[in-house]
């Protein structure tokens, strides 16, 4: 297996794709217009936050647990420190589109989006969830990137990290819409997934898995269903407007009341069995999601 190549600057990306540096921090690069083809098995990881559509593949990209095929259309959004590994050649169309937006962290500092970046989960999706954009909307981010390149072109002062980063966040909030929408268009699907974590948080709570494993976590459901937690947890909150963790809890919380309503136990014995190491920290989620302490909520019932 080849070492990973790391990408520390936006400087060394450019000149992968012999593309010229006219910013430290961000970069626009028109794909169709590039040499960038790479040797199979080629790792690569960056320090900054990468955007790309394409309708092509010079190289198919595996990323996560499976291979994404650009030729469908896709926009993958990848956060820094994730690893890329570039597989055997495919041919390239001749109607070759493609665009890549590469930001370091430091062009957010002291910025309103830097505190908002946590909120675009999508950076942490596997390419299988990739966002597949309609005409219109292939169109709309086409133009923000166009903005973005076009203000690279001018001379920086003080304006340039203001307007970039504002072009930046506008692009970013679109791509919320448009997996919005496609959490919307695949409900049938969705809807079946949904089914599938009830179906395993109600077999797990009933199962000794809570004895021997503790608590399931969000990436547990997510493996079990071939997501990444960060989609699962965005559909179940589309779905029913609850997250992964939420669902969980809620499990937990049921199964909390039967046995209180069910048993002498303590609310110690009671919490060591559903997999809590701290008592104290059951009892603070029970109250949390009840409005009761555990021992007060048997007393009312």
């Known amino acids: 297996m080849k070492p990973i190549i790391q990408l520390q600057h936006i400087a060394e990306i450019n000149n992968f794709v012999n593309n010229k540096t006219n910013h430290p921090l961000v970069a626009v690069v028109d794909f169709s217009k590039t040499d960038e083809y790479l040797e199979e098995g080629t790792r690569l990881s960056a320090d900054f936050y990468t955007i790309m559509f394409k309708n092509y593949c010079a190289n198919k990209v595996r990323y996560g647990r499976q291979s994404i095929d650009f030729q469908e259309g896709s926009l993958i959004c990848i956060a820094p420190k994730q690893v890329l590994i570039m597989d055997t050649e495919i041919e390239k169309r001749k109607d070759m589109m ?4 590469f930001f370091h962290p430091d062009l957010l500092r002291g910025t309103s989006l830097a505190a908002k970046m946590k909120d675009y989960t999508f950076f942490n999706y596997e390419v299988s969830e990739a966002l597949h954009l309609s005409d219109k909307e292939k169109q ?17 002062d003080n304006h340039s990290q203001n307007l970039i980063v504002s072009n930046i966040e ?3 909030n679109y791509c919320a819409r448009y997996y919005g929408r496609q959490f919307i268009t695949r409900r049938s699907n969705n809807n079946s997934i949904v089914l599938q974590i009830e179906k395993l948080l109600n077999e797990y709570f009933k199962s000794t898995q809570l004895k021997e494993s503790g608590l399931p976590t969000v990436k ?18 589309k779905e029913t407007g609850m997250n992964a963790q939420d669902h969980i809890h809620y499990h937990l919380i049921e199964e909390a009341k039967n046995i209180l309503l069910s048993s002498n136990q303590s609310v110690s014995e009671i919490a060591y069995s559903l997999g809590f190491e701290y008592p104290q920290y059951f009892s603070k989620l029970f109250k949390l999601k009840t409005g009761h302490t555990p021992n ?3 007393t009312l019932n």
């Not at 493609?98 to 937006?101: F, S």
């Not at 547990?220 to 909150?237: E, H, I, R």
């Open 220 to 237: 547990y459901l997510a493996d079990q269903v071939n997501l990444s937690p960060g989609y699962l947890s965005d559909l179940l909150k």
């Open 98 to 101: 493609g665009w890549g937006l």
């Open 140 to 156: 709309i981010l086409f133009d923000c990137v166009q903005k973005i390149a076009s203000e690279l072109q001018e001379n920086i």
């Open 296 to 298: 007060a909520y048997r």
């Open 170 to 172: 506008l692009l970013l």
